[in-house]
């Protein structure tokens, strides 16, 4: 009740102060000092730009949540490709051990060439 008196008394004042005296009776389709313009609900009301950036907001958001999947897929990747890489390097060093078991069981020194190339691969 009391909202409304003072909501009464501030309409008689916004009617009575100078821009009202000066501008004349306000249209309530109209926004007041704007003439033939914009209406109030084109400036806020159904029309205004706020769905647009709802609209832009959800897409952006969408957009975001895709890649941030498409993020942590690459990632995925990534690990499985540094695990084979883990798993081909201990394959390698274990039949580096068994061909150098096999060489010294043989008893026989290496060809200089193949020497060489096990150097290169131990280094």
């Not at 009202?20 to 109209?30: F, I, Y």
């Not at 969408?62 to 081909?88: F, G, P, W």
């Not at 061909?99 to 131990?122: H, S, T, V, W």
């Given at each position: ?11 008689m004042l916004s009617q009575n102060n100078s ?74 060093q274990a039949m580096e051990c068994a061909l ?24």
């Amino acid at each position: 009740m009391e909202i409304e008196q003072q909501d009464e008394s501030s309409r008689m004042l916004s009617q009575n102060n100078s821009l009202a005296q000066a501008l004349g009776k306000e249209d309530p389709s109209r926004v007041h000092g704007v003439s033939f313009g914009p209406t109030p609900n084109q400036l806020c009301g159904r029309n205004s730009h706020m769905p647009r950036i709802g609209v832009q907001i959800e897409e952006i958001q969408r957009v975001l949540l895709e890649l941030q999947v498409e993020l942590e897929a690459e990632k995925l990747k990534k690990k499985a490709v540094e695990d084979e890489v883990v798993i081909e390097k201990k394959k390698r060093q274990a039949m580096e051990c068994a061909l150098r078991y096999l060489i010294q069981r043989q008893g026989e020194e290496l060809p200089p060439d193949i020497a060489a190339r096990m150097n290169f691969l131990e280094g």
